[in-house]
């Protein structure tokens, strides 16, 4: 999967006011890297926020009762998330790199593991994978690369999700994605018990830094600033969020299953349990689509629609009906932003192009959709 049509579109044409950069390929470099030092920073204050958050997620204090019942588990193959497209002026352009232009690159960085991955991505050469998965068989991006990739087989995908537990034990990630391997093995219970090793866990999915290496490594072999964003933006798919939400659907169904043979006390649980996984994407943070964000809104309609409308929820005197409504409304009005800002993104101006480029690295495409409307959206109304 692609990032949405909006985010891969900011790409190329929106940091063309950048193009004024006739600086020399070393000067660029530099200037990424301040660049990525910045976001590594931002990131890093995103994970205590999002530490924050899960602490606040309400959690059952109970875990679904073991052994689970039998469920059939989701099938991504005929549905699944909505791939963005590309403009049509641009959509047969081959976007790739050579393996050859990268030696350079690969020798700067002295063939590290994040500069391999880059290289991977960039030029779809399946031996620079190999070699980042030889040399660095405990890196947890590595893993997440391997792991994710289309053509892995089921047993090496499940050799690279423990790689990747193993690596990242903080990371809620690891436990999800090893959730859903878990389902489509019929292994049931220890599905449940990875639900239950992400509660309290930060979530990073990686996808900010691999954005941010694509576009060094385009940088690196000679694309200009614009190209190189847009090239780095169109490339990057988003395998986690099909996972992320087949994981979600999962335990869902988990729960109809636990409701059907008459436990309700696990069957809250487990609904609780794809409610708290779909409230990791559900908010917009630094350097996420808001592909991302619809999914988490879309897992917890979900779980919603499968509660009893009139129970309670939570502690505030709202019903299951009450929180679903405002969930839906969120996620509607997400979507109708995200028409209205597809509407004026082929008339904004380079400069308009750059700064929303920005502010979706920084502070979420949410509030960069909400700078267009405002700002742009306004212009446009009012010439």
């Not at 049931?188 to 018990?193: I, P």
Request: proline residues 4%; glycine residues 6%; without cysteine.
């Amino acid at each position: 999967m692609a990032l949405t049509k909006t985010q891969l579109t900011i790409g190329g044409i929106a940091i063309a006011a950048l193009a004024v950069a006739l600086v020399v390929q070393n000067g660029l470099q530099k200037s990424l890297r301040r660049e990525n030092e910045t976001l590594q920073q931002k990131v890093a204050k995103l994970s205590a926020d999002n530490q924050s958050l899960a602490d606040k997620i309400s959690i059952s204090p109970h875990i679904p009762h073991l052994p689970a019942p039998a469920i059939q588990v989701s099938d991504s193959s005929g549905s699944g998330v909505d791939t963005p497209t590309l403009y049509s002026r641009l959509k047969d352009k081959d976007l790739k790199l050579k393996a050859a232009q990268l030696e350079a690159y690969l020798a700067a960085n002295g063939r590290s593991a994040a500069s391999l991955l880059a290289a991977y991505r960039t030029t779809s050469d399946p031996a620079l994978l190999s070699e980042a998965m030889r040399n660095f068989p405990d890196n947890p991006e590595v893993a997440f690369e391997a792991a994710t990739r289309k053509d892995v087989s089921p047993d090496e995908q499940r050799h690279w999700l423990d790689v990747l537990k193993k690596s990242a034990p903080d990371n809620a990630l690891a436990n999800y994605l090893s959730a859903l391997d878990d389902f489509k093995t019929a292994q049931t219970d220890q599905a449940v018990k990875e639900f239950t090793a992400a509660a309290g866990k930060h979530f990073e999915d990686y996808s900010s830094q691999r954005y941010q290496n694509d576009t060094e490594a385009y940088l690196a072999a000679g694309s200009s600033v614009p190209d190189a964003k847009f090239a780095a933006g169109t490339g990057l798919t988003l395998p986690q969020l099909q996972m992320i939400k087949d994981a979600g659907l999962d335990m869902i169904e988990l729960a109809k299953s636990y409701q059907q043979t008459g436990d309700s006390a696990s069957a809250q649980a487990a609904m609780q349990m794809a409610i708290s996984l779909g409230q990791r994407y559900g908010t917009s943070s630094p350097g996420e689509p808001v592909l991302s964000q619809l999914v988490g809104l879309s897992i917890e309609m979900r779980a919603l629609n499968a509660m009893d409308p009139n129970a309670a929820y939570g502690n505030n005197g709202q019903t299951v009906q009450d929180q679903l409504s405002q969930i839906k409304q969120q996620h509607d009005s997400l979507r109708q932003q995200s028409e209205q800002v597809n509407a004026l993104l082929p008339s904004m101006s380079e400069q308009e192009w750059a700064i929303y480029n920005d502010r979706w690295l920084t502070l979420g495409e949410q509030n960069a959709y909400q700078w267009v409307i405002n700002r742009y959206g306004r212009n446009a109304a009012n010439p």
